[in-house]
T-cell receptor, first 110, second 112 residues
Framework: GENVEQHPSTLSVQEGDSAVIKCTYS??????FPWYKQELGKRPQLIID?????GEKKDQRIAVTLNKTAKHFSLHITETQPEDSAVYFC?????????FGTGTSLTVIP | EAQVTQNPRYLITVTGKKLTVTCSQN?????MSWYRQDPGLGLRQIYY???????DKGDVPEGYKVSRKEKRNFPLILESPSPNQTSLYFC???????????FGSGTRLTVV
């Protein structure tokens, strides 16, 4: 099956700085790559996604890039704010199953 | 309000006592799935369902059962729970496979 690796596992940034989280996947058949944000004690929520026919997608301060050749995709958060503090999960899907990374705990320091 | 509803939110049970965690969605989603979340391991898929009466194993199906008799409901059944099934469980649904999930609020299960 698919193997999704996510780095780093923890990330601290100063408020206003940018944060980058990276994921790699193993199955070239994967074609859908969502990102989820999970605040403490809450459910994961979809924040952005990208499909394999697109290289980059932006939504306000959040962007995702995809490199199909290298099999990696990244989440970029600009102008970070304290409310961005959460655990972020990447995922990959190409068939009937979703495979999640192990998560990145992001702390934005005011 | 469009949502995925899980019950109960918290459950403490004893080894071997059968239990069911319910999951219901009101969005007419075809695809439903169960995950367990453990520290350092992320979200691992237990079972998924493509539609009514169509279910299949995920990565960690041992010790679990599911059924999909109606489109909106997808219960998770633990016939004989064991302590290694202590975890946070999430039900999730999507319009179809390959679409983003809506997650339920989670069920924190403790098996003693």
């Amino acid at each position: 099956g698919e193997n999704v690796e996510q780095h780093p596992s923890t990330l601290s940034v100063q408020e206003g700085d940018s944060a980058v989280i990276k994921c790699t996947y193993s199955d070239s058949a994967s074609n859908y790559f969502p990102w989820y944000k999970q605040e403490l004690g809450k459910r994961p929520q979809l924040i952005i996604d990208i499909r394999s026919n697109v290289g980059e997608k932006k939504d306000q301060r959040i962007a995702v890039t995809l490199n199909k050749t290298a099999k990696h995709f990244s989440l970029h958060i600009t102008e970070t704010q304290p409310e961005d503090s959460a655990v972020y999960f990447c995922a990959a899907s190409g068939g009937n199953q979703f495979y999640f990374g192990t998560g990145t705990s992001l702390t934005v320091i005011p | 309000e469009a949502q995925v509803t899980q019950n109960p939110r918290y459950l403490i049970t004893v080894t071997g006592k059968k239990l069911t965690v319910t999951c219901s969605q009101n969005m007419n989603h075809e695809y439903m799935s169960w995950y367990r979340q453990d520290p350092g391991l992320g979200l691992r898929q237990i079972y998924y369902s493509m539609n009514v009466e169509v279910t299949d194993k995920g990565d960690v199906p041992e010790g679990y059962k599911v059924s999909r008799k109606e489109k909106r409901n997808f219960p998770l059944i633990l016939e004989s729970p064991s302590p290694n099934q202590t975890s946070l469980y999430f039900c999730a649904s999507s319009f179809r496979r390959g679409e983003g999930y809506t997650f339920g609020s989670g069920t924190r299960l403790t098996v003693v």
